[in-house]
């Protein structure tokens, strides 16, 4: 795969003041630049203290200059870091010059894209950069930090190097019909099939975890107006976010909040309540309300128990019931539980929400005392199917997980068409098909558009 081969540059440092600032350069032969820069030629690896001087002599800055010379440096190519004093008009000034001496600005990721073109690290590797720069916790910052170091991708290697080999033997089988061996009748095709399915089942359960740890479970608090809704939000982030008044209607826009439980990111909406109404403010909050309820992982709807100590859903509101989508994403809150004398806990499944045959989890609790949180926490964990343990995981996108179920069902498909059809050329065809998909994950097989995408998501100088 091709790229330009023009000198780049970028402040590699945050925005704002500090005490270095670091502009970053890479591109073929930066041995002139260099000279031109600091007036001489400089040893490789070393810190190197000079003044960065300009067109005229003058100088811009001074600080150390690290050379990295090609191919070892993090692009691969010739590269350059000069760290100056941390302020806005010196970091612009020295950019300048660089830019004077013929660089041009580099654009979001594109030193990471380098890395990844030049082979110094895979997509994955190179999107577990992007991932631990944006990390919010030490956790995150650990799992990204194992994709980085290749774990993810270690895992995607050994995959596919099995699945190259069953399809070889598959492929050679077919090609070499004058053996007189039935292959697919003697049990080590279908077998090393369920050993490939078995591996990508570990595979997608972590991933999935992955993804969690990375993007996190989107939670809609939902319910007729004086539920509990917003205390339940204040409750749950620890601090009064939401204003919490006895008259209805208070809340009429969305507000959200970002929590932890046990190192799982939680992202939680609080919504308007919805009800019939002919105030224009209210429909919009309500509107907004529907469309978060609409994408949600989770839809939490708050039951006001003092007023009815059961859930039924039909009758609680059969207009909201009918228009949930994904009705297996929602969970009954029964709230005000130190009004209403019941007891905190989950209801087993007899006693759970039921509509025809489906069944939902009715938690009681008080979002005023904080009874029965505990029991709504270990209920989220549940439903995201968090395992509570990191040990050996790694930070995951949601078109890695997307490739990885993709595989799986294919090749859940291809084990019963062996089964039932016996067909080789089908088996062989279903084979590379996976190959390609996960080789999607690391790069091996990527379009240039979805380069693109990944990379210009990146910060500008990494």
Known sequence: ?????????????????????????????????????????????????????????????????????????????????????????????????????????????????????????????????????????????????????????????????????????????????????????????????????????????????????????????????????????????????????????????????????????????????LRDSADEVEQEGMRRAWEEIERADRVLFVVDSSESRSVVPEQIWPAFFARLPGRHNLTFLLNKIDLSSLSAGQDSTPGSATAGSETYPVLRLSATTGAGLDHLRQHLKACMGYRGTTEGLFTARRRHLEALISTQRLLRDAARQLRAAQQGELLAADLLQAQRLVGQITGEFTSDDLLGEIFSTFCVGK
């Open 1 to 273: 795969m091709g790229y330009d081969t023009d000198v780049i540059a970028a402040i590699a440092t945050a925005p704002g003041r500090g005490g270095i600032g670091i502009v970053r350069v890479s591109g073929p032969n930066l041995v002139p630049l260099l000279e031109q820069l600091v007036g001489t030629t400089i040893p490789p690896r070393q810190a190197y203290y000079s003044a960065f001087r300009d067109g005229l002599g003058g100088v811009v800055d001074q600080g150390l200059t690290l050379f990295f010379p090609a191919p070892k440096s993090f692009t691969g190519e010739d590269v350059v870091e000069l760290h100056g004093h941390g302020g806005p008009v010196v970091m612009d000034a020295l950019l300048a010059r660089v830019i004077e001496l013929g660089a041009r600005v580099a654009r979001p990721g594109e030193f990471s894209e380098r890395a990844f073109l030049n082979g110094k690290l895979d997509l994955a590797q190179a999107e577990g950069i992007a991932d631990l720069i944006a990390a919010d916790s030490t956790l995150a910052a650990r799992n990204a930090l194992r994709t980085l170091q290749g774990a993810f991708s270690q895992r995607i290697h050994v995959f596919i190097e099995a699945l190259v080999r069953l399809r070889v033997y598959v492929e050679a089988a077919i090609d070499f019909p004058e053996e007189d061996i039935d292959f697919l009748s003697e049990g080590r095709v279908g077998e090393s099939l369920d050993d490939l399915i078995q591996t990508l089942d570990s595979l997608v359960a972590d991933a999935g975890q992955g993804v969690l740890l990375q993007e996190g479970m989107t939670v809609v608090i939902a319910g007729k107006p004086n539920a509990g809704k917003s205390s339940l939000l204040n409750k749950l982030s620890g601090r009064d976010s939401a204003i919490v008044t006895s008259i209805p209607g208070t809340t009429r826009d969305l507000l959200r909040e970002r929590i932890d439980i046990d190192g799982m990111p939680l992202h939680i909406v609080d919504t308007a309540g």
